[in-house]
């Protein structure tokens, strides 16, 4: 921080539609990359784990656990980067589909 300002950005990845896995490194790549930058906030699109055309596939168990593990794969690999991200992915809770913002830093969501 310099007088009291912090650097922030935004990124898009270069994803698949309903390929976390392949949209987490991408993910991950460009948090590194702030990091390197003295980035200390990176903010990302909107359901950017699993893309944002999946339709009935956010209804499907096996993507929303994919995107569950892409997104604990980002946090434990970011954890040493002390970039602030914020990532969008769907997530399932109380028999509710939500499309949520995820913000994690230095190992925790």
């Known amino acids: 921080m ?16 309903a390929d976390c896995a ?10 590194k990359k702030a990091a ?11 359901l950017c784990i ?7 596939l956010f209804l499907q168990d096996t993507l929303l656990e994919s995107a569950r ?6 946090v434990k690999e ?3 980067d002390h970039v602030l991200a ?3 992915l769907p997530l ?3 028999g509710k589909l939500f499309n949520v913002a995820a913000v994690f830093c230095g190992g925790r969501i």
């Open 50 to 56: 699993t893309g944002y055309t999946c339709g009935d």
């Open 69 to 74: 593990k892409a997104l604990n794969m980002l």
């Open 92 to 94: 399932a809770h109380g």
């Open 2 to 17: 310099l007088d009291g300002y912090i650097h922030v950005a935004t990124a898009t990845p270069s994803i698949r539609v």
């Open 78 to 80: 970011s954890a040493d």
């Open 22 to 31: 392949h949209n987490a490194e991408q993910i991950l790549s460009l948090i």
């Open 86 to 88: 914020v990532v969008g």
């Open 36 to 46: 390197c930058e003295n980035i200390r906030l990176l903010c990302l699109p909107e």
